[in-house]
């Protein structure tokens, strides 16, 4: 798939949205992330909902008015929060037949069922909105992954008549409106991502993600199922690799198919001095295509060139090594800004390169 129209934007295809969980991208403000190329962002419902609260954003607006952002935001539902708090840690929460039920270590209840999650997201004027899903980890057993693909499948046909009556009345029966993407789950096993994946398509999902932890023990992508999960999905739709981000991951997988992605990978790396590099021009999926340049090393004390020659950031058009190395031992926070604006402009340029490859 080539573009994806979108509410706030045409979507060139393959994309990168960096994650502004909190409805900020770190260090940056939306500006610095449009001046780098970047077409999209992903915001998180979960953490919204407690902080600042949708009564706010509903208040300011929708996400777009109250940020300032003005490309498409990419909202999800919840259920990796699920995954990733409460499979780890009962106490935190249960997954149930109508949804997932959450305690936070704060206190309190907060429960996500799959019209409440399309409500939350409607509200936040979300572009792409993401139906909830039970995530599970590829290892655990069938019982578990059955019953994962079970309520993703439930909660994805409540989620679709939901999202099919509120959008109605917010945008009308006939106006723009955002796209509704399903996730797709089962684990390693391919019968039980089969299902899945054929119950999901029957409900008209305007695409789809990859769901499920996507890493093996030895932190390797599970390619197998990467592959035929992908194979799964409808070609005239988008396939989104969520929460996949590393160079070389997102080479390997849009050459299956994927063409949508997300990851904190290049922010936090930039947080801490680790910059990216192209070392050549074609990308491949072996990760030799670039190279990472610790800024804080002593090497570059006196370095007046820029983070990379032929880089068109605004950080390597105005920055040496040097200066940027000065700010992060000096500790102003000028130097995390500046290093975030290179690496997103680094996998804006990745999205470029891929796209090119796709036309030749």
């Not at 004027?125 to 980890?137: E, F, K, P, Q, Y």
């Not at 992908?230 to 299956?256: F, Q, T, W």
């Not at 190279?291 to 020659?309: A, G, H, K, N, Q």
Request: hydrophobic share 35%; with cysteine; proline share 6%.
């Amino acid at each position: 798939m080539e573009r994806l129209e979108l509410m706030h934007g045409v979507l060139e295809l393959p994309a990168f949205f960096p994650d502004a969980t909190h409805g900020v991208v770190r260090t940056l403000d939306f500006a610095d992330v449009a001046a780098a190329g970047i077409p999209g962002v992903v915001m998180n419902t979960f953490h919204l909902l407690t902080r600042p609260g949708l009564g706010v954003v509903r208040a300011m607006g929708g996400l777009h008015e109250m940020c300032g952002w003005r490309g498409p935001i990419l909202t999800d539902s919840g259920g990796f929060q699920a995954y990733s708090m409460i499979s780890q840690n009962p106490k935190f929460g249960q997954l149930r037949p109508n949804g997932i039920l959450f305690k936070p270590e704060n206190g309190g209840r907060i429960e996500f069922t799959p019209e409440r999650c399309i409500q939350m997201q409607l509200s936040c004027g979300s572009d792409i909105v993401m139906a909830l899903d039970a995530c599970t980890h590829p290892d655990a057993p069938y019982e578990e992954q059955k019953r994962a693909v079970e309520l993703t499948i439930k909660w994805g046909r409540q989620s679709r008549e939901a999202f099919d009556r509120l959008s109605a009345q917010k945008y009308g029966k006939n106006g723009p409106r955002p796209k509704l993407f399903g996730i797709i789950q089962g684990g390693a096993d391919p019968e039980l991502r089969r299902e899945c994946a054929q119950a999901l398509i029957s409900l008209g999902f305007e695409g789809f993600g990859y769901g499920g932890w996507p890493l093996d023990q030895e932190n390797r992508l599970v390619l197998d199922t990467l592959a035929l999960t992908a194979s799964l999905m409808p070609d005239h739709l988008p396939k989104y690799a969520m929460g996949l981000g590393r160079p070389e991951e997102i080479v390997a997988l849009h050459r299956l198919g994927y063409d949508l992605f997300d990851c904190v990978i290049p922010t936090r790396e930039a947080r801490h001095g680790r910059l990216y590099t192209f070392a050549k021009e074609e990308p491949d999926e072996q990760g030799d295509f670039y190279r990472f340049l610790y800024i804080v090393d002593e090497d570059y004390c006196t370095d007046s060139r820029p983070i990379e020659e032929g880089c068109d950031c605004h950080t390597c058009k105005n920055y040496s090594r040097a200066y940027l190395r000065h700010l992060f031992k000096a500790g102003d926070s000028a130097a995390l800004r500046l290093a975030t604006i290179h690496n997103l402009r680094f996998f804006s340029r990745l999205m470029e390169k891929l796209r090119a490859e796709d036309r030749a």
